[in-house]
T-cell receptor, first 112, second 111 residues
Framework: GENVEQHPSTLSVQEGDSAVIKCTYS??????FPWYKQELGKRPQLIID?????GEKKDQRIAVTLNKTAKHFSLHITETQPEDSAVYFC???????????FGAGTILRVKS | NAGVTQTPKFQVLKTGQSMTLQCAQD?????MSWYRQDPGMGLRLIHY???????DQGEVPNGYNVSRSTTEDFPLRLLSAAPSQTSVYFC??????????FGPGTRLTVT
């Protein structure tokens, strides 16, 4: 089955700096890669996703890149703000959304 | 639109007790799933359903049962609670765009 590893487990950046979180996956058939943000005590919410036929996707300050050959994908947040502080989860699945396998999460702290 | 709702929000059980976590949605999504979230382990899939009458196991199904008699409801049953089942449980639905919408969660403690 699919296995997703996420690094780093914690990340501290200064406000205005960029943050990068990386994930690797094991199943070469995986075709859908979402990123979720979870604030303390809240439910996870989708912030961006990418499908296997796309190499990069941007949404304002957030971007995701996918390298299918190396089986890794990354989340990039530019111009970080204190409200970006949260836990971020990557996930992957070979079944277009079904049976998502999540990484262990990255705690992002943005210091002002 | 309530979206995805879960009850109860908090629950304390003694070892060996049984209970049902409720999940309901008004988004008319066919796919529903249950996850548990433990510190440092992300979200792990317990069971999922691709439509009424169809359920299947995820990564960590042992100790849990589900049923899906309607599109709207997807209850999760703990047959005989164990301390290892102490966790936060999230129910989720999936839209046609593949985005998953999570409920607010149930925090379960088994003593």
């Amino acid at each position: 089955g699919e296995n997703v590893e996420q690094h780093p487990s914690t990340l501290s950046v200064q406000e205005g700096d960029s943050a990068v979180i990386k994930c690797t996956y094991s199943d070469s058939a995986s075709n859908y890669f979402p990123w979720y943000k979870q604030e303390l005590g809240k439910r996870p919410q989708l912030i961006i996703d990418i499908r296997s036929n796309v190499g990069e996707k941007k949404d304002q300050r957030i971007a995701v890149t996918l390298n299918k050959t190396a089986k890794h994908f990354s989340l990039h947040i530019t111009e970080t703000q204190p409200e970006d502080s949260a836990v971020y989860f990557c996930a992957a699945t070979p079944q277009y959304g079904n049976k998502l396998v999540f990484g262990a999460g990255t705690i992002l702290r943005v210091k002002s | 639109n309530a979206g995805v709702t879960q009850t109860p929000k908090f629950q304390v059980l003694k070892t060996g007790q049984s209970m049902t976590l409720q999940c309901a949605q008004d988004m008319n999504h066919e796919y529903m799933s249950w996850y548990r979230q433990d510190p440092g382990m992300g979200l792990r899939l317990i069971h999922y359903s691709v439509g009424a009458g169809i359920t299947d196991q995820g990564e960590v199904p042992n100790g849990y049962n589900v049923s899906r008699s309607t599109t709207e409801d997807f209850p999760l049953r703990l047959l005989s609670a164990a301390p290892s089942q102490t966790s936060v449980y999230f129910c989720a639905t999936q839209a046609a765009s593949y985005e998953q919408y999570f409920g607010p969660g149930t925090r379960l403690t088994v003593t």
